[in-house]
């Protein structure tokens, strides 16, 4: 293992694909709060990598009111997020790979308490020294906020050879403004145009953004 690299991942759409999980407990949330959701899934879709309440709001949720449709989401995604969570194809090659060659991180604004049983569940726990979720930062990506705990975590602040892999521009933003590198990749929800705003290494998926931070 390189001691002085260091690698965090996002989650959804990076390494995890949630997305019946995640557009299930929004309907249910809409039908829960008796609000008349006139959008379709893609609509949910685009808002993901934002936290929940601002997700929310996007989609038409009065402010004063989306914590209690937070509150039913994940009444409804605790239930179903292991059933309906799937590893993306060569994620977990990614990650086994990346142990190899670095120390390892999770960055993701999917709170703690369904990141780790997520994680656990694919057998990946053990490859991450430290998992930074919603609830461990005050600002969440695209702050640079959780990056900077996650190093601070791996006792490795003002650290400069560490890359951030991520499926949207929060993740890439984050990275930015953490002062570290990024790899943009092309297997979740961002579109290659918006990443490429931020970042000149995009990745097809994860595993392919091991082997171009590795041939660094």
């Keep these: 293992m390189n001691k002085d690299l260091i690698i965090l991942f996002d989650l959804d759409g990076t390494l995890i694909d949630s997305t019946d999980a995640i557009l299930e407990s929004f309907y249910f949330a809409f039908k829960d709060q008796n609000f008349d959701f006139t959008g379709n899934d893609q609509n949910i879709k685009d808002e993901i990598g934002y936290p929940l309440d601002v997700m929310f709001a996007t989609l038409g949720v009065n402010k004063e009111d989306v914590w209690n449709f937070v509150d039913s989401y994940k009444l409804h995604y605790r239930k179903i997020s292991k059933e309906k969570t799937t590893l993306l194809p060569n994620a977990k090659e990614a990650v086994i790979n990346a142990s190899k060659i670095a120390r ?113």
């Design 104 to 216: 390892l991180g999770v960055v993701t604004t999917k709170t703690t308490r369904y990141s780790i049983p997520l994680l656990e569940n694919f057998g990946l726990l053990e490859y991450f020294e430290t998992i930074i979720g919603r609830q461990e930062v005050e600002n969440p990506k695209p702050h640079p906020e959780p990056i900077l705990n996650a190093l601070k975590n791996m006792n490795e602040i003002g650290h400069t050879n560490t890359y951030m892999i991520g499926d949207t521009k929060l993740d890439l933003i984050a990275a930015q403004k953490a002062n570290i590198k990024s790899v943009g990749v092309l297997c979740g929800y961002g579109k290659e145009v918006n990443l490429r705003e931020y970042t000149s290494l995009i990745a097809t998926n994860s595993l392919e953004a091991i082997k171009l931070i590795n041939n660094k």
